[in-house]
């Protein structure tokens, strides 16, 4: 089955304590994408990467590291969360010549105290 | 700078039709998107327009102006599962992605008996 998935599905971390979320799919997708969902301000972008070893920033990739050694995965670190990064965060993927047609992961929903 | 304006939440009856609509302005346009989101889940692609005029999907259909920065979601004979969030984007050129994504902040529809 195609898919994306993100692990932890939950977590509640404390200030300053290193954490990542993991992604992957299946999908052989060149292009993938984090985003951060918060009320009223909708899905943001937070890094992306075009293929193995190519990343870029997003909108708001303030606090927030990636990086992409296999096609399949594309983990996000936070070197020291802080509480305004508590947050839904989605993993996507798309085929290159069509990044509309995003497949999301089920979602990360991280509270940071 | 990005602007994509869409109604917080709406409310419709069981079996009736709703229009949700989406502006935008944007630095350029390559397609308008819709996707819908059930609490606490990833988003998933409903429909497509790049051209003006109306797609029909099913139930669902999407309109689009380029030259207003319109475009509406038609959701007809609404059922209690439709009760969702319905998320413009606007995909805009970006010389070293190919195309990104920029979302709206969502619509919340409520489907009342």
């Known amino acids: 089955e195609a898919q994306v998935t993100q692990n932890p599905r939950y977590l509640i971390t404390v200030t300053g304590k290193k954490l990542t979320v993991t992604c992957s799919q299946n999908m052989n997708h060149e292009y993938m994408s984090w985003y951060r969902q918060d009320p009223g301000l909708g899905l943001r972008q937070i890094y992306y990467?075009?293929?193995?070893?190519?990343?870029d920033k997003g909108d708001v990739p303030e606090g927030y590291k990636v990086s992409r050694k296999e096609k399949r995965n594309f983990p996000l670190i936070l070197e020291s969360p802080s509480p305004n990064q508590t947050s839904l965060y989605f993993c996507?993927?798309?085929?290159?010549?069509?990044?509309?047609?995003?497949?999301f992961g089920p979602g990360t929903r991280l509270t940071v105290t | 700078g990005q602007n994509i304006d869409q109604p917080t939440e709406m409310t419709a009856t069981e079996g009736a039709i709703v229009q949700i609509n989406c502006t935008y302005q944007t630095s350029g346009f390559n397609g308008l998107f819709w996707y819908q989101q059930h609490a606490g889940e990833a988003p998933t692609f409903l429909s497509y327009n790049v051209l003006d005029g109306l797609e029909e999907k099913g139930r669902f259909s999407s309109f689009l102006s380029r030259s207003k920065g319109y475009s509406y979601l038609l959701l007809k004979e609404l059922q209690m599962k439709d009760s969702a969030s319905y998320l413009c984007?606007?995909?805009?050129?970006?010389?070293?992605?190919?195309?990104?994504?920029?979302f709206g902040q969502g619509t919340e529809l409520s489907v009342k008996p």
């Open positions: 996507a993927s798309s085929p290159p010549t069509r990044t509309y047609e995003q497949y």
């Open positions: 990467s075009m293929n193995v070893e190519v990343t």
């Open positions: 984007a606007v995909r805009v050129p970006i010389y070293n992605q190919g195309g990104k994504l920029i």
